[in-house]
C-alpha cells in the first residue's frame, strides 16, 4: 500500500514538473481581464443581474417554478442580495482598472469567478437541477474561467469548484423535491404522479456521470492549452531576450578586450624599463625598494588586465537557457562534494516552473559556488546548509543559501560585498564582489542578513526579462 502512494505520488510530481510553466506577468492576466470581463462580462452580467432581481422580488416567476418553501427562498433571495452587491462593487473596480493595482483587480475576478458559480448553482436548485439546462452555462462558465484565469494551477482550482458547485446544485435540488413530496404525502392528499415527481423522468445516474466527464474534459482541455499558450509565449520572449542578450555580451567582450589591449602594451614597456633600470642601479637601496614596489604594482595591475581580457570570453560565450533548480544542484556537487564533505548536510527546497534565465551558464554558476563555498568554509565542515528557491514578483526568481555557522558581525556586515573585504586568512575578498557583480549584471540583487551563533543567509533575486546591465 505504500509502495502505490509513493508511485501515485511520483507520478503525480512528474505531471506537475510537466505541466509547470512560468506565470505570466501582471500584462497578461489584466489583458485578458480587460476584454473578457470588462468588455464583454460586464454588460452581459448587467443585463442578467436585473433578470434575476426582477423574477426573484418583483414576480413569483422562479417560486412557481419549483416547490421552494417561504425558508429555501427567503435563503435564495439573501444570497442574491449579497452576490448583487458584489457584483456591483467588482464592477465599479473593472470599470476603473487603470487606476486600481493590479493584484486587487485580478484577486477580486478570481473571487467573483467562484461566486458566479454559486450564484449560477442556486439558479440551478430554482430551474429543475440536475435535468436544467443551465449546465450548458455551467460549461460556459468553464470556458470564461480559462480565458480570464491564465495561471494553468489556479484555473484548474477553480473550474473543479465549478462542477462541485453544480453537483451541490442539484443535489440540493433533489432534496428539496423530496422533502416536498413528503410532506404532500403526509398531509393524506395521497401519491403525487407526474410531472417533476414522476420517476420515470428522473434524472439517471449514468447522465450525470456523462455530464461530469465532460466537464472534467472541458476543464482538463482548457488548462491544457494554457499550458501551451504559455510555452508558446515564453518561446516568444526567450528568442528576443536571447539575441539581445547575445549582442551584449559581444558588445562588452569586444570593449573589456579592447581596454585590456591598450592598457597591456605600455604597462610591459613601464615593467621593462623599471627591470632594467634595477639591475642598473648598484647603489641605494632606498631607489632599489622603489623600483621593485613599481615593478609589484606593475606586476598586479597586469593581472587585473588579464582578469579583465577574461571578459573577452564574452564574445565567444554563448548565451543558453539555464534552469536555475539543475544550475544549483551543479554547484552544490562542485562546491560540496558528498566524500570530501560527509559532516555537512545539503536541505534542499526547490520550486518546479520557475522562469528559465537566459545568460552565461558560467556566470551564474560563479554565484552559486562562491555562496555556498562560503557557508562551507564558515562551518568548519561540520553543519547544514539550506538552498530554497521560488518564484518571485513580476517573473523573476528568488534563491536563497542559507547556513548555521557563525554569523557575520554587524559592523563587517555592511562590508561583505566590498571588493579586497575579507575575514579569511588566505581570502582574496573577491568571492561576495563576484556574486554582486555577477547578479546585478543580469538586473538582479543581493542581500544579507546574518546573526552571530545563528547563521548567514544570502538572498538573490534574478528577473527573467530585464536586460543585462554592465558596470563601468
Given at each position: 500500500m505504500v509502495r502505490r502512494w509513493q508511485g501515485l505520488l511520483s507520478r503525480w510530481k512528474l505531471l506537475r514538473d510537466l505541466s509547470a510553466t512560468p506565470p505570466p506577468g501582471n500584462d497578461v492576466v489584466l489583458r485578458r481581464i480587460r476584454f473578457v470581463e470588462r468588455g464583454v462580462g460586464l454588460p452581459v452580467k448587467s443585463v442578467v443581474l436585473l433578470?434575476?432581481?426582477?423574477?426573484?422580488?418583483?414576480?413569483?416567476?422562479?417560486?412557481?417554478?419549483?416547490?421552494?418553501?417561504?425558508?429555501?427562498?427567503?435563503?435564495?433571495?439573501?444570497?442574491?442580495?449579497?452576490?448583487?452587491?458584489?457584483?456591483?462593487?467588482?464592477?465599479?473596480?473593472?470599470?476603473?482598472?487603470?487606476?486600481?493595482?493590479?493584484?486587487?483587480?485580478?484577486?477580486?475576478?478570481?473571487?467573483?469567478?467562484?461566486?458566479?458559480?454559486?450564484?449560477?448553482?442556486?439558479?440551478?436548485?430554482?430551474?429543475?437541477?440536475?435535468?436544467?439546462q443551465i449546465y450548458w452555462v455551467f460549461l460556459g462558465l468553464i470556458i470564461r474561467n480559462a480565458a480570464i484565469i491564465p495561471h494553468a494551477d489556479v484555473q484548474v482550482v477553480v473550474n473543479l469548484l465549478v462542477c462541485l458547485i453544480y453537483v451541490v446544485s442539484g443535489v440540493l435540488d433533489r432534496l428539496i423535491l423530496r422533502t416536498a413530496k413528503e410532506l404532500i404525502e403526509g398531509t393524506g392528499r395521497g401519491t403525487v404522479t407526474g410531472g417533476i415527481f414522476d420517476e420515470s423522468d428522473a434524472f439517471s445516474a449514468e447522465s450525470l456521470a456523462m455530464r461530469l466527464l465532460l466537464m472534467g474534459l472541458m476543464t482538463a482541455c482548457c488548462a491544457g492549452i494554457q499550458v501551451l499558450v504559455d510555452r508558446q509565449r515564453q518561446r516568444e520572449w526567450e528568442a528576443g531576450e536571447f539575441a539581445i542578450k547575445q549582442q551584449q555580451l559581444e558588445a562588452a567582450g569586444r570593449l573589456a578586450a579592447e581596454i585590456a589591449h591598450q592598457l597591456k602594451n605600455p604597462l610591459g614597456i613601464i615593467n621593462n624599463a623599471a627591470f632594467t633600470l634595477q639591475r642598473t642601479v648598484k647603489e641605494g637601496k632606498t631607489i632599489t625598494q622603489q623600483i621593485s614596489i613599481i615593478r609589484e604594482e606593475v606586476s598586479r595591475s597586469d593581472r587585473i588586465l588579464t582578469e579583465?581580457?577574461?571578459?573577452?570570453?564574452?564574445?565567444?560565450?554563448?548565451?543558453?537557457?539555464?534552469?536555475?533548480?539543475?544550475?544549483?544542484d551543479r554547484a552544490v556537487d562542485q562546491a560540496v562534494p558528498r566524500g570530501a564533505t560527509p559532516d555537512i548536510t545539503i536541505h534542499r527546497n526547490y520550486t518546479p516552473g520557475l522562469p528559465q534565465l537566459l545568460g552565461q551558464r558560467a556566470h551564474f554558476s560563479e554565484?552559486?559556488?562562491?555562496?555556498?563555498?562560503?557557508?562551507?568554509?564558515?562551518?568548519?565542515?561540520?553543519?547544514?546548509?539550506?538552498?530554497?528557491?521560488?518564484?518571485?514578483?513580476?517573473?523573476?526568481?528568488?534563491?536563497?543559501?542559507?547556513?548555521?555557522?557563525?554569523?557575520?558581525?554587524?559592523?563587517?556586515?555592511?562590508?561583505?560585498?566590498?571588493?579586497?573585504?575579507?575575514?579569511?586568512?588566505?581570502?582574496?575578498?573577491?568571492?561576495?564582489?563576484?556574486?554582486?557583480?555577477n547578479t546585478e549584471m543580469y538586473g538582479g540583487s543581493v542581500a544579507v542578513e546574518s546573526e552571530l551563533g545563528k547563521g548567514t543567509q544570502f538572498t538573490i533575486r534574478l528577473p527573467a526579462r530585464s536586460l543585462m546591465r554592465i558596470r563601468k
Open positions: 433578470f434575476l432581481l426582477i423574477g426573484l422580488f418583483f414576480t413569483r416567476a422562479f417560486t412557481d417554478l419549483t416547490p421552494l418553501n417561504e425558508e429555501v427562498a427567503t435563503s435564495i433571495r439573501t444570497f442574491f442580495l449579497i452576490y448583487f452587491a458584489l457584483s456591483v462593487g467588482s464592477g465599479l473596480i473593472l470599470w476603473g482598472m487603470d487606476d486600481v493595482s493590479a493584484t486587487l483587480v485580478i484577486r477580486v475576478v478570481y473571487v467573483m469567478a467562484v461566486l458566479d458559480a454559486a450564484m449560477l448553482g442556486l439558479m440551478g436548485v430554482v430551474l429543475d437541477g440536475f435535468n436544467s579583465l581580457m577574461g571578459y573577452a570570453r564574452l564574445a565567444e560565450g554563448r548565451v543558453e537557457r539555464v534552469n536555475l533548480n539543475e544550475e544549483l554565484v552559486f559556488v562562491n555562496l555556498l563555498s562560503n557557508a562551507r568554509e564558515a562551518m568548519n565542515g561540520r553543519g547544514d546548509i539550506f538552498v530554497a528557491t521560488e518564484a518571485g514578483p513580476e517573473l523573476s526568481a528568488v534563491i536563497t543559501i542559507r547556513d548555521n555557522g557563525p554569523g557575520i558581525p554587524p559592523d563587517k556586515l555592511p562590508l561583505v560585498f566590498e571588493p579586497y573585504f575579507t575575514t579569511k586568512e588566505r581570502g582574496t575578498g573577491l568571492g561576495l564582489a563576484i556574486v554582486k557583480h
